[in-house]
């Protein structure tokens, strides 16, 4: 009687081991298709660029889908750099901001800024007028979002401006510097897809087996005292 349980035994092991194997393998290959992308973005006439990292793993291809950056930058003129000093923001992290999928397909960045500079000039003794002081005041916004989904309809835009003042000791004000960008067009380029490392099926295959192979080995030993 144990003699005939033996084959019954071995061939419910065979069937688990080829089981697992199977799903092993079929979620290797799922897992597979994750990818690190990288995107270059150009906003046209130069006005903003730029660049974003993004793992596409989780998309399923079915409707609209949001999936965060993992790193990127912003650069624009649309900065306060030449007004606030160390105090400005000389690009904008893009990290947490989101890009847009339709069907699976790219859609582009959605994504906004801001910054502000208070910052008190004082002439130095050597400078013509001097002495004297005033201080800039300065501000800064911008915005990129998608337009549209279907495949031929969709265009990324991007919104921005920048206004910087001087307020002087008398408390008069002067502009001195204003910008705005309206619905610029903004191009996007994919320039590395780097596959994310995932278990070989067949490796994974392998230690299944001699797992099984392991615990037949006990069952013989126990059948054999």
Same mark, same amino acid.
Request: aromatic share 12%; proline share 8%; no cysteine.
């Given at each position: 009687m144990i003699q005939k349980q033996r084959p019954r035994l071995g061939s419910a092991i065979a069937s688990t081991i080829l089981s697992w194997f199977s799903a092993v393998s079929f979620v290797g290959v799922d897992k597979a298709q994750a990818a690190a992308v990288t995107y270059n973005f150009q906003v046209e006439n130069g006005e903003a660029s730029g660049f974003f990292k993004l793992n596409n793993s989780s998309l399923t291809g079915i409707g609209i889908e949001e999936i965060a950056v993992s790193e990127g930058r912003l650069e624009t003129f649309l900065n306060l750099t030449d007004y606030g000093g160390g105090e400005a923001k000389e690009y904008y992290d893009l990290a947490g901001f989101t890009v847009l999928f339709y069907q699976g397909a790219f859609r582009g960045l959605q994504a906004g800024g801001s910054d502000e500079v208070i910052r008190e000039y004082i002439s130095p003794p050597d400078?013509?007028? &001097?002495?004297?002081?005033? $201080? =800039? *005041?300065?501000?800064?916004?911008?915005?990129? @979002?998608?337009?549209?989904?279907? *495949?031929?309809?969709?265009?990324?835009?991007?919104?921005? =401006?920048?206004?910087? =003042?001087?307020?002087? #000791?008398?408390? *008069?004000?002067?502009? /001195? &510097?204003? *910008?705005?960008?309206?619905? $610029? #067009?903004?191009?996007?380029? %994919?320039?590395?897809?780097? #596959?994310?490392? /995932? #278990?070989?099926?067949? $490796?994974?295959?392998? &230690? @299944?087996? @001699? %797992? &099984?192979? %392991? $615990?037949?080995?006990?069952?013989?030993?126990?059948? @054999? /005292?």
């Open positions: 400078e013509p007028g &001097a002495p004297f002081s005033f $201080t =800039y *005041s300065g501000g800064a916004s911008w915005s990129m @979002a998608t337009n549209g989904l279907s *495949s031929d309809m969709w265009t990324s835009f991007f919104w921005g =401006y920048k206004d910087v =003042y001087i307020i002087r #000791p008398d408390d *008069s004000v002067d502009l /001195v &510097a204003r *910008s705005i960008v309206r619905d $610029t #067009p903004v191009s996007y380029t %994919l320039v590395n897809t780097e #596959p994310e490392p /995932v #278990p070989e099926p067949l $490796t994974a295959g392998s &230690a @299944a087996l @001699a %797992l &099984a192979g %392991l $615990t037949w080995l006990k069952h013989k030993k126990k059948m @054999a /005292v």
